[in-house]
């Protein structure tokens, strides 16, 4: 099923590109329900879609994903704030040219300037410093960024990058202005994009309203946005069927819950979609228990991922290795490999059969079980894994106790490595293993929640970036996904997929199959009644 899900999203962005456009309507404020309050407004600063999806409609990127093809890829990049870009010939400058009479929300013009300024402040070379960083180990190989006149600012990379234009065209890498400071952006965030943040209550609601200056002529066809906060589940979901929401949040309508939802509102469009995100585990492998390799290794050959993904999303989810899987997935490990890797085959009782005589030569057993805290987000897509991932310990001698974190805490607590074991879900920014090998495995990312080193394996991580046949490239990032699995560096229960729904006269909106944070930015979405 969830295979032809993903050939029907794509049939229609086929269909979406080919047609002639439709008769887009203005007016009307999108009212749309979020489970979780933002930690702040500041995209640069921030991990989540509670913060990506309320605020991406404030910012632009220099590029960005069609909003209307759901699989993000090199060929689905467009022009955003820069209208055109050419690599030099060695592949090692990438020059924008960029619009012209672009004006900040405050009335001040975009230049060269604040794109210099806003990769110098992930660089940590700028004025203005950000208090948290989660993606400084993007651009690893930016070396510089010169400017030439207003309208046009240069990539100097270390070395050939193929894919810094997909990093660059994520929900997570908006441009900043050069006149606001990091404090200022995370309350009150200054863009140009084609909404502005009219009003902010925390744990209640984020309203936008239209951009009258947004340099996209015509856009964005909505007069506004209200996210409500919402963190009951049942609540947001009456308020979507009572007509009170156009719609929900993206992705927050569980496969288990989708059924109840086409039956209380019939005429809801529904859509799942793959969200290249990640169910696994974060260990804390600098301290006891799991600073003991073995006792790591009887862990991870605890889980039985098949009951994972039959009891949490009903079968609609994957299971795969340190990339997203394919279909819908780019880089994906072959099925084969994965099956090959200790530990990741299908036979779940030989691996629990080994997990507890390792456990037993550790000094554990059915008399003496390890007790521990199991972390893990207050949020949907975290909560229920987690409960089940202490049922599935048990089998293994280890008594765990559910630590539930507020979303405004959890990440700072697993980056200072203040656990002993989590549940976590990573969402990657993009589909591509420049992102994600050095913002979750890199030894000194920000991100390595886990404390994983490996500086033999890191080595190849330069090495597939810069290499520009894909299918050369595939073969050296299936060997690191082999290694990383093999390592435990951070283990993978499954890949996750999930439902968003609106109501028909809502158009424009396309859930993305390989990035939940990159389709919100709502420029594109109107209503028809």
Same mark, same amino acid.
């Given at each position: 099923? *969830? !295979?032809?899900?993903?050939?029907?999203?794509?049939?229609?962005?086929?269909?979406?590109?080919?047609?002639?456009?439709?008769?887009?309507?203005?007016?009307?404020?999108?009212?749309?329900?979020?489970?979780?309050?933002?930690?702040?407004?500041?995209?640069?600063?921030?991990?989540?879609?509670?913060?990506?999806?309320?605020?991406?409609?404030?910012?632009?990127?220099?590029?960005?994903?069609?909003?209307?093809?759901?699989?993000?890829?090199?060929?689905?990049?467009?022009?955003?704030?820069?209208?055109?870009?050419?690599?030099?010939?060695?592949?090692?400058?990438?020059? !924008?040219?960029?619009?012209?009479?672009?004006?900040?929300?405050?009335?001040?013009?975009?230049?060269?300037?604040?794109?210099?300024?806003?990769? +110098?402040?992930?660089?940590?070379? =700028?004025?203005?410093?950000?208090? %948290?960083? /989660?993606?400084?180990?993007?651009?690893?190989?930016?070396?510089?960024?010169?400017?030439?006149?207003?309208?046009?600012?240069?990539?100097?990379?270390?070395?050939?990058?193929?894919?810094?234009?997909?990093?660059?065209?994520?929900?997570?890498?908006?441009?900043? /202005?050069?006149?606001?400071?990091?404090?200022?952006? *995370?309350?009150?965030?200054?863009?140009? =994009?084609?909404?502005?943040?009219?009003?902010?209550?925390?744990?209640?609601?984020?309203?936008?309203?239209?951009?009258?200056?947004?340099?996209?002529?015509?856009?964005?066809?909505?007069?506004?946005?209200?996210?409500?906060?919402? /963190?009951?589940?049942?609540?947001?979901?009456?308020?979507?069927?009572?007509?009170? &929401?156009?719609?929900?949040?993206?992705?927050?309508?569980?496969?288990?819950?989708?059924?109840?939802? %086409?039956?209380?509102?019939?005429?809801?469009?529904?859509?799942?979609?793959?969200?290249?995100?990640?169910?696994?585990?974060?260990?804390?492998?600098?301290?006891?228990?799991?600073?003991?390799?073995?006792?790591?290794?009887?862990?991870?050959?605890?889980?039985?991922?098949?009951? !994972?993904?039959?009891?949490?999303?009903?079968?609609?989810?994957?299971?795969?290795?340190?990339?997203?899987?394919?279909?819908?997935?780019?880089?994906?490990?072959?099925?084969?490999?994965?099956?090959?890797?200790?530990?990741?085959?299908?036979?779940?009782?030989?691996?629990? +059969?080994?997990?507890?005589?390792?456990? %037993?030569?550790?000094?554990? =057993?059915?008399?003496?079980?390890?007790?521990?805290?199991?972390?893990?987000?207050?949020?949907?897509?975290?909560?229920?894994?987690?409960?089940?991932?202490?049922?599935?310990?048990?089998?293994?001698?280890?008594?765990?106790?559910?630590?539930?974190?507020?979303?405004?805490?959890?990440?700072?607590?697993?980056?200072?490595?203040? &656990?002993?074991?989590?549940?976590?879900?990573?969402?990657?920014?993009?589909?591509?293993?420049?992102?994600?090998?050095?913002?979750?495995?890199?030894?000194?990312?920000?991100?390595?929640?886990?404390?994983?080193?490996? /500086?033999?394996?890191?080595?190849?991580?330069?090495?597939?970036?810069?290499?520009?046949?894909?299918?050369?490239?595939?073969?050296?990032?299936?060997?690191?996904?082999?290694?990383?699995?093999?390592?435990?560096?951070?283990?993978?229960?499954?890949?996750?997929?999930?439902?968003?729904?609106?109501?028909?006269?809502? %158009?424009?909106?396309?859930?993305?199959?390989?990035?939940?944070?990159? =389709?919100?930015?709502?420029?594109?979405?109107?209503? +028809?009644?």
């Amino acid at each position: 099923m *969830r !295979f032809w899900t993903g050939v029907f999203c794509a049939l229609a962005a086929v269909g979406i590109a080919a047609s002639p456009a439709l008769a887009q309507k203005s007016g009307g404020t999108l009212r749309m329900y979020f489970q979780d309050n933002p930690p702040s407004a500041s995209i640069l600063e921030e991990a989540t879609t509670s913060t990506v999806v309320p605020f991406m409609g404030l910012y632009n990127n220099l590029v960005l994903f069609d909003q209307q093809i759901p699989q993000n890829s090199l060929k689905t990049i467009r022009p955003d704030l820069a209208e055109s870009w050419a690599w030099s010939a060695d592949g090692k400058q990438l020059t !924008f040219k960029l619009h012209q009479g672009v004006k900040w929300h405050d009335g001040k013009p975009f230049t060269s300037k604040d794109v210099k300024c806003t990769w +110098d402040m992930l660089a940590g070379k =700028g004025e203005t410093r950000l208090r %948290k960083n /989660p993606r400084s180990s993007w651009y690893w190989n930016v070396e510089k960024i010169t400017t030439n006149g207003d309208y046009e600012a240069t990539f100097h990379l270390g070395q050939a990058q193929p894919s810094l234009l997909v990093l660059l065209a994520s929900g997570y890498s908006p441009v900043y /202005p050069c006149h606001a400071t990091a404090a200022e952006m *995370r309350t009150k965030p200054v863009g140009t =994009g084609p909404f502005k943040l009219a009003e902010w209550k925390q744990k209640e609601i984020v309203r936008l309203t239209r951009n009258p200056d947004y340099f996209k002529k015509g856009k964005p066809y909505l007069d506004g946005i209200e996210f409500s906060i919402v /963190p009951a589940r049942a609540t947001a979901i009456l308020g979507f069927v009572t007509n009170r &929401y156009d719609m929900t949040a993206p992705y927050a309508v569980t496969i288990p819950l989708l059924k109840d939802m %086409k039956t209380q509102s019939p005429q809801a469009i529904c859509q799942v979609a793959a969200m290249n995100n990640s169910t696994n585990l974060i260990v804390n492998r600098e301290a006891p228990p799991f600073d003991n390799a073995d006792v790591r290794r009887a862990m991870l050959l605890s889980i039985d991922r098949k009951t !994972f993904i039959d009891i949490i999303n009903q079968g609609e989810a994957d299971i795969g290795g340190v990339m997203e899987p394919a279909p819908n997935g780019v880089w994906g490990l072959p099925q084969a490999m994965y099956d090959a890797v200790p530990g990741y085959g299908p036979d779940v009782k030989k691996n629990r +059969d080994e997990a507890r005589e390792i456990m %037993k030569k550790a000094g554990y =057993g059915p008399d003496k079980k390890l007790k521990l805290k199991v972390a893990t987000r207050n949020h949907l897509l975290y909560r229920d894994p987690a409960v089940l991932l202490i049922d599935q310990l048990k089998e293994v001698y280890i008594d765990g106790e559910l630590e539930l974190v507020d979303t405004s805490l959890w990440f700072a607590k697993v980056a200072r490595k203040d &656990y002993s074991i989590g549940l976590n879900t990573t969402g990657n920014g993009v589909d591509d293993p420049d992102q994600t090998y050095f913002e979750h495995y890199a030894c000194k990312s920000e991100r390595n929640y886990t404390g994983y080193c490996n /500086p033999e394996i890191e080595k190849l991580f330069p090495v597939q970036s810069r290499e520009t046949d894909v299918e050369k490239r595939k073969q050296i990032v299936w060997q690191i996904d082999k290694q990383l699995l093999e390592d435990g560096a951070r283990p993978i229960i499954m890949w996750n997929a999930s439902g968003s729904c609106w109501h028909p006269y809502v %158009k424009g909106f396309s859930p993305m199959v390989n990035s939940l944070y990159n =389709g919100s930015r709502f420029e594109d979405v109107w209503f +028809d009644k």
